[in-house]
């Protein structure tokens, strides 16, 4: 909308069906979401009680508070949230967004922000309207992991349909109480994560689960301690192909991934460093590549091309049919939270960096992006593990001190 011209309206005086006379003021107001303006009137006081200059200085006042002729006033404007969806959703995820990328923020849109903020004038949008709303949601149950998920999404729609592509807020003035501040990171530490020793034991019940073919079950135990061993995200691992794989260096090129939400479509990895070759050079690396070669000798591929992890067709797995006929149940079994192929993927940048491997050398077999992602990944380490860390540390502190004993006995 171009910019209105200044408006200095007329005192005029009106009078009631009862005779008695009043000033009042007439002028034009922008309509959020139009483009046409309504005309506003607005009584001033009545004519005896208050002097005509008294009802002057009152009219300046009124359009003063408008902000209406000041050079910072903002016209609302005519486009609305529901426009940059639109926008969003017809010509800028099909042209620069993964099918799965889409996917996950429309399912946002749709669930948390269409209805509240569809009809809203962009002009509207700022960090104060963000944080009433988000207070709202909050009180209604919604997490602030969903809540801010949901407004990272926003942040987009309104940043590509937007001359500047900028966001009209940021998520670092979002207010969010400092006690579930301090749980969010508390929680953040206790995500689900499956060491080694729990793979093997899941693996070691998945192959012997009966109502399981015994392709299937091989099929499954083998999928889960290549996870376990590393790192990869399940699209990854269900994208892999025959080619990818490389016995003799124990490595694994990550080249395409597995598009979940949509029937396990193979397409392009996550981000650029998602593009990546594993190198599997522990031990418990080199025993999931020994697993995967005896899988691969028993159930020969017809093609180098082919994918490792098939179904009877010769298509992707879906990760939902390895949790519900497998994963879940060895889980249960062996009374372990029940979680995803992702906690594998936790539990193996745990393992590397406890073994001491360099945290640039983690984030790249990873794929991270960040160095804060790859720390993110510890979480809290279990008890055990922390005790199994000191005991390495001080196994030659302790043969130190028993030969220093025995020379002195001596």
Request: glycine share 8%.
């Amino acid at each position: 909308m171009s910019r209105r011209k200044g408006q200095d309206p007329k005192l005029r005086v009106g009078e009631r069906a009862d005779g008695t006379k009043y000033y009042y003021v007439q002028f034009w107001a922008d309509v959020p979401g139009q483009e046409e303006r309504k005309r506003v009137t607005e009584v001033i006081g009545l004519v005896g009680q208050i002097t005509k200059s008294e009802a002057q200085r009152k009219k300046l006042e009124i359009i003063s508070k408008l902000n209406i002729n000041s050079g910072d006033y903002r016209l609302p404007s005519s486009k609305t949230f529901a426009d940059a969806v639109a926008h969003y959703r017809t010509k800028y995820a099909p042209t620069y967004l993964r099918d799965s990328t889409f996917s996950v923020a429309d399912g946002r849109i749709r669930n948390h922000l269409e209805a509240d903020w569809g009809n809203v004038p962009i002009e509207h949008i700022d960090i104060d309207s963000v944080n009433e709303w988000a207070a709202k949601k909050r009180k209604a149950g919604l997490s602030w992991t969903t809540i801010k998920d949901a407004l990272r999404t926003m942040q987009g729609v309104l940043s590509v349909f937007s001359k500047g592509k900028e966001p009209p807020f940021s998520q670092k003035a979002l207010k969010i109480p400092e006690a579930e501040k301090l749980q969010m990171d508390i929680d953040s530490r206790e995500k689900v994560s499956f060491s080694w020793a729990d793979a093997e034991k899941i693996a070691e019940h998945v192959s012997k689960i009966d109502t399981l073919g015994e392709a299937r079950r091989e099929q499954y135990s083998t999928l889960i301690l290549l996870a376990a061993a590393s790192g990869l995200r399940s699209g990854e691992l269900l994208a892999l192909r025959v080619c990818d794989l490389d016995f003799e260096a124990n490595a694994i090129q990550v080249k395409h991934s597995s598009d979940q939400r949509n029937g396990g479509k193979i397409g392009p990895c996550k981000n650029v460093t998602a593009y990546r070759s594993v190198h599997l050079g522990d031990a418990e690396g080199m025993k999931a590549m020994a697993r995967l070669k005896r899988f691969l000798e028993l159930y020969a591929a017809p093609s180098p091309e082919v994918l490792v992890f098939r179904s009877k067709r010769g298509g992707p797995l879906l990760e939902t049919t390895v949790l519900n006929q497998g994963l879940y149940l060895a889980l249960e079994a062996n009374g372990l939270k029940k979680a995803g192929l992702h906690a594998f993927r936790r539990g193996c940048n745990r393992r590397w960096e406890l073994a001491g491997i360099v945290p640039a050398v983690i984030r790249q077999q990873m794929g991270h992006t960040s160095a804060a992602m790859t720390r993110l990944y510890s979480g809290r380490i279990p008890m055990e593990q922390v005790q199994a860390a000191f005991s390495t540390k001080n196994r030659g502190v302790v043969v130190q001190m028993e030969n220093m004993e025995n020379e002195a006995a001596a």
